[in-house]
């Protein structure tokens, strides 16, 4: 019964902007660190943005000052703000769930997608 639904994508123009939404159910959300991957058409899926259950966030440097990761714990939420879009940030966006149990296992979840096509 876990489910990461995804909302946002969109065909934009480059240079414009769009919010991707996450919203998580079945998972105790404040406990899982949050991602956002991206999978091109014939590129493997890479890590885009993370945020930690205690808010440190990375960004691949390809997004880097372009990208904002942020969670809203009290809706079960996560979100990627992306500006500055380019034609080379067009691919499908999923969400990613992660807990890391010491001692135990780690569990990952993922959402089905959502695509974000930036033409130039």
């Known amino acids: 019964q876990v489910q990461l639904v995804e909302s946002g994508g969109d065909l934009v123009q480059a240079g414009g902007s769009l919010r991707l939404s996450c919203a998580a159910s079945?998972?105790?959300?404040?406990?899982?660190?949050m991602g956002w991957y991206r999978q091109a058409p014939g590129k493997q899926r890479e890590l885009v943005a993370s945020?930690?259950?205690?808010?440190?966030?990375n960004y691949a440097d390809s997004v880097k000052g372009r990208f904002t990761i942020s969670r809203d714990n009290a809706k079960n939420t996560v979100y990627l703000q992306m500006n500055r879009l380019k034609p080379e940030d067009t691919a499908v966006y999923y969400c990613?769930?992660?807990?890391?149990?010491?001692?135990?296992?780690?569990?990952?979840?993922w959402g089905q997608g959502t695509q974000v096509t930036v033409s130039s």
């Open positions: 990613n769930a992660q807990r890391q149990r010491i001692p135990g296992p780690t569990y990952i979840y």
């Open positions: 079945g998972i105790t959300f404040v406990l899982y660190a």
């Open positions: 945020i930690s259950s205690g808010d440190t966030t």
